[in-house]
């Protein structure tokens, strides 16, 4: 093992530490998945996600915790919508992704213990939601990832948190500029105003040959 390896474990190490200390020490379900606020206000602050769904597909959560975001927003996707969603989902904190396929029965293969750079699946995935983070604040490098994982014409949906807003034209300036690069279009965003902010890409088709 390399020095540069040593220094991704011993990172990852470090996650799980804080990560555990934030979300474990809770017995509710919803603070046990990262959300702070009231149960009333959970679907308000997160169905606003939906915006960026408008077709069936498998739905890949990076980071999902305890698994309620997935099947929360497959639930009001079918109620809303008419649409139906296979959940994914992973995380690197094994007693939360076991709740993630417990909250998520019938999916439980679909959820994998796994740091979010180590993931290589073989599936293609409609939409992808994750936080707008990567590897040492690399944001390059986890968005060519996450992009190559997602089926033609699939969406990268970016969510963001408890922000204030003069920070979202930027973020999705930034956003829109690396879509020529990294084989997107930017498409639209959406938010609960200094609750929850969305920005949703779509993968460029691939070419055939």
């Keep these: ?3 540069t390896e ?8 470090q996650e799980q530490i804080r990560y555990r200390k934030k979300y474990l020490v809770h017995a509710d379900e919803f603070k046990r998945s990262g959300w702070s606020g009231t149960s009333r206000m959970w679907r308000k602050a997160r169905e606003i996600i939906l915006e960026a769904v408008e077709e069936d597909g498998f739905f890949l ?13 497959r639930k009001w996707a079918k109620e809303t919508k008419g649409v139906n ?9 094994e007693e939360l992704l076991l709740e993630s396929k417990i909250k998520n029965s019938g999916f439980e293969e679909n959820f994998k213990v796994t740091d979010m750079m180590d993931f290589n699946p073989r599936k293609k995935f409609t939409f992808i939601r994750t936080e707008f983070y990567g590897p040492h604040n690399n944001f390059k490098i986890f968005i060519k990832k996450y992009i190559n994982m997602l089926a033609p014409n699939g969406r990268l949906i970016f969510t963001f948190y408890d922000s204030e807003n003069y920070l979202f034209k930027s973020i999705d300036e930034r956003i829109r500029e690396m879509g020529p690069k990294f084989g997107y279009s930017f498409l639209g965003s959406a938010e609960v105003p200094r609750v929850t902010h969305v920005v949703w890409v779509e993968k460029s088709r691939e070419e055939k040959g």
Aim: with cysteine; hydrophobic share 40%.
């Design 6 to 13: 040593n220094k991704s474990l011993e990172r990852v190490k």
């Design 61 to 73: 959560d990076v980071g999902c915790a305890n698994g309620i975001l997935v099947r929360d927003l």
């Design 85 to 93: 969603l296979i959940p994914y989902g992973i995380d690197f904190i």
């Design 1 to 3: 093992m390399n020095h």
